[in-house]
């Protein structure tokens, strides 16, 4: 069965920490998305990649980063944790093929700042 | 204004009732349009999708678009308690060599039996 998975279903950090979000896919996808999902808001998009090493701003990238040194693996990087970034991350990944309809997401990991 | 509008919901329903579930858009681009199931504590999959305007059929669940009025529904026949979960909607446009999906803020079922 071809997965996303998500590092941690959990975590609870403090403002100002550094918190890396991992994301790995086993379906040999070229596009990864990482989006946050909020009651009201629906899912945003923060960054995406479309190839190892390349990526792009999605609508809310300010305070994210991210890394993709190898095809199966996305990091999201908080590079200074606030309480406004509590919220569910959602890692997502689709063929270059089927970008459109192919999405499959990770289970999601739900972050708290306090 | 939103690219996408959702009724959050939530919607309470009888086992075995059909459920219309609706989002409107604004960007007329938009020819692509999906409908996402998303149980609690899942992330969402991928339930049905259809290009440009018209009718998809799938089992117990019926796509339907109409363009020309920026309005796409869902429609779930029979509903059961397995259904109860949020559903979002999505749209692309399509163009360029990524397609970003835009997500409606998801309307919450709930089947009781």
């Known amino acids: 069965d071809v997965k996303v998975t998500q590092s941690s279903r959990y975590l609870v950090k403090r403002t100002g920490e550094k918190v890396f979000l991992e994301c790995v896919q086993d379906m040999d996808h070229e596009n990864m998305f990482w989006y946050r999902q909020d009651p009201g808001l629906g899912l945003r998009l923060i960054y995406f990649?479309?190839?190892?090493?390349?990526?792009e701003k999605g609508d809310i990238p300010e305070g994210y980063s991210v890394s993709r040194e190898k095809k199966e693996r996305f990091s999201l990087i908080l590079e200074s944790a606030s309480t406004n970034q509590t919220s569910m991350y959602l890692c997502?990944?689709?063929?270059?093929?089927?970008?459109?309809?192919?999405?499959?997401f990770g289970s999601g990991t739900r972050l708290t700042v306090v | 204004q939103k690219e996408v509008e959702q009724d959050p919901g939530p919607l309470s329903v009888p086992e075995g009732a059909i459920v219309s579930l609706n989002c409107t858009y604004s960007n007329s681009a938009f020819q692509y349009f999906m409908w996402y199931r998303q149980y609690s504590r899942k992330g969402p999959e991928l339930l049905m999708y259809?290009?440009?305007?018209g009718n998809k059929e799938d089992g117990r669940f019926t796509a339907q678009v109409d363009k020309s009025s920026k309005y796409i529904s869902l429609f779930i026949r029979d509903s059961q308690p397995s259904d109860s979960a949020t559903y979002l909607c999505?749209?692309?446009?399509?163009?360029?060599?990524?397609?970003?999906?835009?997500f409606g803020a998801g309307t919450r079922l709930a089947v009781h039996p």
């Open positions: 990649s479309y190839d190892v090493k390349m990526k």
């Open positions: 997502a990944s689709s063929s270059a093929d089927t970008p459109i309809y192919g999405y499959t």
């Open positions: 999505a749209m692309s446009t399509g163009s360029g060599g990524y397609n970003k999906l835009i």
């Open positions: 259809t290009y440009s305007s």
